[in-house]
């Protein structure tokens, strides 16, 4: 087992890649604390996670929130081993008609809540700790109508290169899991399109994708096991692309076979 007696925390744990990385840490040995704002989904994931897994209803970007659920994890834990900071809202932005206050609110979400997760994570971290922040190829391709999530997820990864400038005299690894299209309830989430449109445009994004296919929330999952574990103790300030080709190969797909 990989993480037999760590303790975890995972924003976003009640749903998709948080969800399935929670049941892997405790698969492999780990306490593990989850945090959403549905109360049902985070009870329904509590009561499959069984009893190595508590839960904190709370909102990340509420400083309040966050500095009690730290407090509580704390309590019950003592000090935490590993945090994924993983929570994270969609959205489309198209320049000419994105209102402020969207953009700001995936800005807060998806960016400086994550900082700020970090930030209240350090009096809880034991040095030598892993904190792994969860980005996106979409910080590195640009998509039409997708300012302000690219724009975070590129900022998560600069900030993961500086916090893990910052913790290294710690010892504390900063890492960043990066998924390309995996399926998970995010797809659905403030989206208008019946089942067949959104099934047209899953077949369109695998056509671009080398290997012809989305990614399983347990397959990003595996990748967060990987920075989480000892098996990653050299990887420092880096992004790891958990994409089935998208940024590595990005015409590999059948749409550009010829
Ligand atoms: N799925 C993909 O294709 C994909 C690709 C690249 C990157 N990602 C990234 O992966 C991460 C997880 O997404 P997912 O695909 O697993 O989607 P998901 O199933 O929609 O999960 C998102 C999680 O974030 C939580 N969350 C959102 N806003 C929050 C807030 N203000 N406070 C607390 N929790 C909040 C949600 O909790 P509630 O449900 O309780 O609100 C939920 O648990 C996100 O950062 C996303 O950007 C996903």
């Avoid at 019950?76 to 008609?97: E, H, M």
């Avoid at 900030?159 to 890492?175: E, F, G, K």
Wanted: glycine share 12%; no cysteine.
């Amino acid at each position: 087992m990989k993480l037999e007696g760590k303790k975890a925390l995972i924003t976003g744990g009640n749903s998709g890649i948080g969800f399935a990385t929670a049941r892997l840490f405790i698969k492999e040995g780990a306490q593990v604390a989850i945090t959403g704002r549905n109360q049902e989904t985070l009870d329904a994931a509590l009561a499959e996670l069984g009893p190595k897994a508590i839960g904190f209803r709370g909102d990340v970007t509420d400083s309040k929130s966050r500095k009690a659920i730290f407090q509580q994890v704390g309590e019950k834990f003592g000090k935490l081993d590993i945090v994924f900071a993983n929570a994270g809202i969609p959205g489309s932005t198209p320049a000419g008609s994105t209102k402020e206050e969207l953009f700001e609110e995936i800005i807060r979400v998806n960016l400086a809540s994550v900082f700020f997760t970090v930030q209240d994570a350090l009096p809880f971290l034991n040095d030598g700790s892993s904190v792994i922040l969860n980005g996106s190829v979409i910080g590195t391709l640009g998509q039409p109508g997708y300012s302000a999530y690219s724009a975070s997820k590129a900022g998560v990864r600069a900030l993961a290169r500086t916090l893990a400038a910052d913790l290294s005299p710690r010892n504390i690894r900063v890492n960043v899991v990066a998924p390309g299209a995996t399926k998970t309830p995010i797809w659905a989430r403030n989206s208008q399109r019946t089942a067949e449109e959104s099934g047209e445009i899953a077949k369109k994004l695998a056509s671009q994708i080398a290997l012809g296919r989305w990614g399983e929330a347990d397959e990003i999952a595996k990748a967060v096991l990987f920075l989480a574990s000892d098996d990653s103790s050299y990887v420092q300030g880096a992004e790891l692309f958990v994409d089935g080709g998208l940024t590595g190969t990005p015409l590999g797909g059948s749409l550009n076979r010829i």
